[in-house]
């Protein structure tokens, strides 16, 4: 049996791996500097993972003072559903960036095995549609206007499908692929591709650490990969006091260095704030990025208590 699952994890993999090209456009996908409590928008095995009814709300305003920077709201729900190890999750996703909006509207399935006494293997499928709508006319006025003919208003369904792997709520590691399908948007000549949907790759791993009976320390990395663009690393490191405050520091490769802070209202109640110094030339030209979310978590047949856990 354990032969098996290995098996599926192996093919799963591979199929991950040949769909989605390593050799990494411009950055597309929304950015997250607090990735690691946002793994559903990307993972669609997370789904459920957490063992009960799960909302997520997240704002971020990038780049600030800088006309035209992307900003993104995010909106997520997931749980697990009966006792069969099935998840589901539906999250919305909204980009601005200049002149473009970009709306994703996706349903998750995800389906967990039990593949050792401390370890499960979760595997998951999303399904959506893709909204870009660029408006031309946000553009400087002065370009001829032979340049930005017509504003672009497209729809385009999403694919994605994802792994999570993780162990006696200590570890995980996820490889993910959110929409498997590249995209170009044609316009009145269909010669010219006029935006391109490229498609990323997610790898996400972390662990939790005891440092005593009140604290704990947890390092993790997320690699990032779009055809097209350098590869992109974030690595951080969150401690968390008394199981309610959390305070850590993160690195994104030769891009930004952040600070980030959490605490635990409630049982149900968590909010987080993130703070990015641009480390690029770019840096000189903004205040940095802002992003703050909230978690709210309720109980269900499968988990009748809420317990806050670190990932």
């Not at 997320?222 to 055809?227: A, E, G, Q, R, Y």
């Not at 802070?261 to 987080?272: C, E, P, R, Y």
Request: charged letters at 15%.
């Amino acid at each position: 049996m354990a032969r098996r699952y290995l098996t599926y994890c192996k093919v799963f993999l591979v199929l991950v791996m040949l769909s989605v090209p390593l050799a990494v456009s411009a950055q597309q996908d929304s950015q997250y500097t607090q990735y690691m409590y946002n793994t559903h928008t990307v993972n669609p095995a997370y789904a459920g993972n957490r063992g009960m009814l799960s909302l997520y709300g997240l704002y971020r305003a990038q780049w600030v003072g800088l006309e035209g920077a992307p900003t993104t709201m995010n909106f997520s729900v997931n749980s697990p559903v009966g006792k069969q190890g099935v998840g589901l999750g539906l999250s919305f996703v909204r980009d601005e960036i200049g002149p473009s909006i970009e709306n994703n509207l996706a349903v998750d399935f995800s389906y967990t095995i039990q593949t050792s006494r401390n370890t499960k293997l979760s595997f998951g499928l999303k399904g959506g549609v893709n909204n870009l709508e660029v408006d031309y006319t946000k553009l400087n006025q002065e370009a001829p206007e032979s340049v930005f003919e017509n504003n672009v208003s497209r729809f385009s369904p999403m694919i994605g499908v994802g792994a999570y792997f993780h162990g006696s709520d200590r570890w995980y590691v996820g490889l993910s692929s959110p929409n498997l399908l590249k995209t170009e948007h044609y316009g009145e000549d269909v010669q010219r591709s006029e935006v391109t949907e490229e498609i990323h790759a997610y790898l996400i791993g972390g662990y939790v650490f005891d440092l005593g009976d009140s604290a704990k320390f947890k390092p993790a990395v997320l690699v990032k990969s779009v055809t097209g663009a350098p590869l992109a690393l974030d690595l951080s490191a969150n401690f968390l006091f008394n199981e309610k405050f959390t305070l850590g520091a993160a690195y994104r490769l030769d891009a930004a260095v952040s600070a980030l802070a959490g605490f635990q209202v409630s049982d149900q109640l968590m909010i987080g704030y993130a703070y990015d110094y641009d480390t690029t030339d770019l840096g000189n030209y903004n205040s940095g990025s802002h992003e703050i979310f909230l978690r709210f978590e309720l109980k269900t047949s499968v988990r009748r208590t809420v317990n806050p856990r670190f990932f």
